[in-house]
């Protein structure tokens, strides 16, 4: 199997991404809870990216998809939503690389802001 390469980790901005939530008390432990997580989301697309598996690829897009949609992420939904719908075409996958960058991107800058909230 060919190694993939790493997603370039220097393409994301600084800016930290914040939940639509932010500044709510009620959902502040819940955001911030999911913000906690994406450090392990993360982990684990780009260990299905390495091993080139496709359908955990998938699988952890779908999962951020609708996780980030219930947090109030709605770019991370959209760039989960693109990866997905590449995956579910067929796409090869160096054909994916931008979008796997681009949803690594937007998961780095919701956890920079600490807690997303």
Not at 94 to 103: G, K, N, P, T, Y
Request: charged share 30%; net charge negative; glycine share 6%.
């Amino acid at each position: 199997m060919k190694e993939q390469p790493e997603p370039n980790e220097g393409s994301w901005p600084e800016t930290p991404l914040l939940s639509e939530y932010a500044g709510e008390a009620d959902m502040a432990e819940l955001v911030t809870y999911f913000v906690g997580e994406l450090n392990n989301r993360i982990q684990s697309i780009e260990r299905a990216w390495q091993e080139q598996d496709k359908q955990r690829l998938r699988d952890h897009a779908h999962q951020i998809k609708g996780a980030a949609a219930g947090y109030g992420f709605p770019q991370i939904t959209d760039s989960a939503a693109e990866l997905e719908r590449e995956l579910n075409e067929e796409a090869t996958i160096a054909d994916l690389s931008e979008r796997v960058e681009a949803l690594i991107g937007l998961c780095r800058r919701a956890t920079s802001s600490s807690d997303g909230a």
